[in-house]
């Protein structure tokens, strides 16, 4: 296949015009805008689909497509600055794109039912679409400058989506949290891409990957630390704010005042997604600055942190948000432990349980009308589809085998484990205790929401009686079937085990930890032979014959050491199966069996359950402290400085410097111009009409004698 | 002898008396008048220049033209007269200046 402006940039461009043109019709054809932004997400699913096709026929590591054409340039003489912009697809972006499109269009499809009572409902599909198309735009960026960019349109439309229902005051707020709290890590990552550029010349990811495989950051400091460090750091606190990092983990569980079926896109496809999407294509950069157990440790303190929050919580939308930040926080985990594949693949993986996770809780609060825990239960019967759903998702984000999200998490972890095993540095210890409690932890918590809401008798009779019995319906509850399906791991891995023992896709098997290649130190030198095309120009890629991928069992290491980290994995293994159901059994017995009291565990840790209900005091700290005691005075401060000096002597002063110029302006004005120059010309042409008016006296016999003279005189001088 | 000059002075001094009475006097009938002296003044001109420079009658047919040009301004400048003197009740020409102010 030939990649062209027409071939992949509709999957971006569809989705945005459908945004521009709806933004004009919503008012009065809001079933017409609804019909086109869907459509125009499931068009965009269909230009992904087949740049996946293409990419799993080609199957190989080296597949890429890296196109471009000059922004801007502003190259003066021998100074070169110049911009460009393009698309870049590797096997990453592929695989990216089908689940940002195939997600997008299942939560589109399941809003034209949630939404459809809600006298905004055009307009909540404007900001999907325009959403959505950000998020491609953003996986489809060959530089760090089109991600900013497309980073930014995200953040206004996580804005838009959380503050959605703009009466209540919560939802304002919590917008307005999200958007400042993202902010925060925006600006580090800016100061990033210009840390890169200084070195680099350019923002582009190739570039920066052979600037790195050619050690131009050697020897280079900025404010006396390595400059990859300060870049590394830079970029990651851009990941940080985006991927609901600690401590910028604040505004995640209040995105949660949006929408049911936008905290899907938010938490699943779109918005959490590209921070780790950003870390992982500057994964080299954070080799380099030798950040990795930094990350590592981020990664850890989020996962097991959020993981216990998620244990008090009532609300069922915030048991989820809390969940999505802990498994952010294992995404971040692989990061940091060099699991670049798997970390990729949680992404995926959990985007997928993610989004299902959340349109059937959108299924059971639409149903309901109610979002606490407590006064639900037995929900099962009522809702068969959604309680299928939900159930498998628990499945696989608890760490099930055969479910995907053990096949990606128990990677992460065993990574973990090596490296706490083996590595010298003793904080990856620390990193592995922190996922595998945070293991125990999601499998509880999610069994605990799913025990709650399904199972036992109901607890608010009231609430239940009024449930409507569930029908199949193709937008109500197929988008959750159809992601619950993609919640079976041998999708991911090719076999039912993840370490493929059981062949399912032939030479196939293992597809993804084939194909997404890890970019480290040793494997740069790929990237000397990547070539920009400009768009529009003949397409040689199809003539150049990748060799296909080979599955590699010991992935690059020599046989020994293969085999050490092979029995670490399997221990691994073993133990996070052991965790998950140990979880699980925990919130049987305490949720249905009620053999265990939960009762007993608050009031013996009160302390501890009154910090996670305060979640962890992150709130307060920020409000009370930082922006009250901190922020505010120096606000104050600012403000005086701007009213006592900026406004008194700048302000006040440039003013009166206008006053006197005005008054000179005004003399000048009324004395030579007017009275002068305007005035001057009527009073000449009146003196001029005064002579004139004289001759012209209407005696006829002075006109003939006029004519006499000037004839005589004619006469006079002929005769010369 | 009668030569071409003794024709020119008469036509000369025809025209003069004709410029004269158009200044001088402040009747709109003399004016017209002056105006007649003037156009045979150059109808003499016309026959004269024939009479003595070639022998063709092409002065001869202006003059005839000029007397009946005469006769029609003649006709034409009375009408003007008369109108106006209805409407001023006098041929005064200096009546005739109230087109300014």
Partial sequence: ?720 | MINLGSYLAISFALFVCGILVMIARKNIIAMLLGIELILNASALNFAAYTKFTNNNLDGHIVSLFIIVIAAAEAAVGLGIVIRFFQLRESIHIDDAATLQN
């Fill in chain 1, 1 to 720: 296949m030939d990649y062209t402006l027409s071939t992949v940039a509709p999957i971006v461009l569809i989705p945005f015009f459908a945004f521009v043109l709806n933004a004009f019709i919503v008012k009065k054809f809001t079933k017409l805008a609804v019909a086109i932004s869907t459509g125009a997400i499931f068009v965009s699913f269909l230009f992904a689909l087949r740049i996946f096709m293409d990419f799993m026929n080609v199957y190989s590591v080296g597949y890429y497509i890296h196109k471009t054409f000059t922004w801007f340039d502003l190259s003066a003489g021998s100074h070169v600055f110049k911009v460009n912009m393009g698309i870049y697809i590797d096997n990453m972006t592929a695989v990216m794109l089908l689940m940002v499109t195939g997600a997008a269009t299942l939560i589109h499809v399941f809003s034209t039912w949630y939404m459809h009572d809600d006298p905004r409902f055009g307009r909540f599909f404007v900001y999907l679409s325009l959403f959505t198309s950000a998020m491609l735009g953003l996986v489809l960026s060959d530089n760090l400058l089109s991600v900013f960019i497309f980073w930014e349109l995200m953040g206004f439309c996580s804005y838009s989506l959380i503050g959605f229902y703009y009466e209540k005051e919560g939802a304002g707020n919590a917008s307005m949290k999200a958007f400042m709290t993202t902010r925060v890590g925006d600006v580090f990552f800016l100061l990033g891409i210009l840390a890169l550029w200084s070195v680099v010349g350019n923002v582009t990811f190739v570039d920066i990957y052979k600037a790195i495989g050619a050690g131009a950051f050697n020897n280079l400091y900025a404010l006396g630390i390595p400059l990859a460090t300060f870049a590394g750091v830079s970029v990651f606190l851009g990941t940080m704010g985006k991927s609901a990092q600690v401590p910028l983990q604040v505004w995640l569980p209040d995105a949660m005042w949006g929408p049911t079926p936008c905290s899907a896109l938010i938490h699943a496809a779109t918005m959490v997604a590209a921070g780790v999407y950003l870390s992982l294509r500057m994964y080299p950069l954070m080799e380099l600055g030798h950040m990795l157990p930094f990350i590592a440790v981020i990664g850890g303190i989020t996962a097991f942190g959020a993981a216990t929050i998620a244990l008090v919580q009532t609300d069922i939308k915030a048991v989820l948000a809390y969940s999505t930040i802990s498994q952010l926080g294992y995404m971040v985990i692989g990061i940091g432990v060099g699991s670049y594949n798997a970390s990729f693949m949680h992404l995926i993986t959990h985007a997928v349980f993610k989004a299902c996770l959340f349109l059937s809780a959108g299924s059971v609060i639409h149903s309901i009308h109610c979002q606490e825990m407590p006064q639900m239960g037995g929900l099962r019967k009522k809702l068969p589809y959604t309680f299928f759903a939900m159930l498998l998702c628990c499945f696989a984000i608890a760490g099930v085998p055969f479910f995907s999200g053990f096949v990606s998490k128990d990677r992460i972890l065993g990574d973990a484990l090596v490296l706490a095993l083996t590595n010298a540095n003793h904080i990856y210890k620390l990193v592995a205790l922190l996922g595998f409690g945070g293991a125990f932890l999601t499998a509880f918590y999610m069994f605990r929401m799913l025990f709650l809401t399904f199972f036992g008798e109901p607890r608010d009779h009231h609430i239940y009686d009024h449930a409507h019995d569930e029908h199949l319906g193709w937008n109500s509850n197929v988008p959750l079937l159809i992601l619950s399906l993609f919640t079976l791991g041998l999708f991911y891995s090719g076999s039912f085990t993840g370490q493929g023992e059981v062949n399912l896709f032939g030479s196939k098997n293992e597809w993804f930890s084939t194909l997404i290649h890890k970019p480290d130190a040793t494997s740069l030198h790929h990237f000397s032979e990547y070539k920009a095309e400009e768009f529009g120009s003949v397409d040689t890629r199809d003539k150049v014959q990748l060799t296909p991928a080979v599955y590699d069992e010991n992935h690059g290491m020599s046989e020994h050491v293969a085999h050490e980290i092979h029995q670490i994995h399997h221990i691994g293994a073993i133990l996070s199966i052991i965790i998950a159901f140990c979880g699980i059994f925990l919130a049987y017995s305490m949720y249905i069996k009620k053999s265990v009291n939960p009762g007993w565990w608050t009031s013996t840790f009160a302390n501890w359950t009154k910090a996670l209900k305060n979640k962890y005091y992150f709130d307060d700290l920020y409000v009370g402290k930082i922006i009250q005691k901190g922020l505010l005075p120096f606000n104050d401060l600012l403000s005086r400085f701007d009213m006592g000096f900026f406004d008194k002597y700048a302000i006040d002063g440039w003013a009166s410097v206008n006053r006197w110029a005005f008054t000179i302006s005004k003399w000048f004005d009324n004395t030579i111009i007017d009275s002068g120059m305007v005035d001057g010309t009527g009073a000449s042409v009146r003196m001029m009409n005064v002579v004139l008016r004289t001759v012209q006296s209407g005696k006829i016999q002075m006109y003939f004698i006029v004519i006499v003279v000037v004839l005589a005189g004619y006469v006079w001088t002929l005769s010369f």
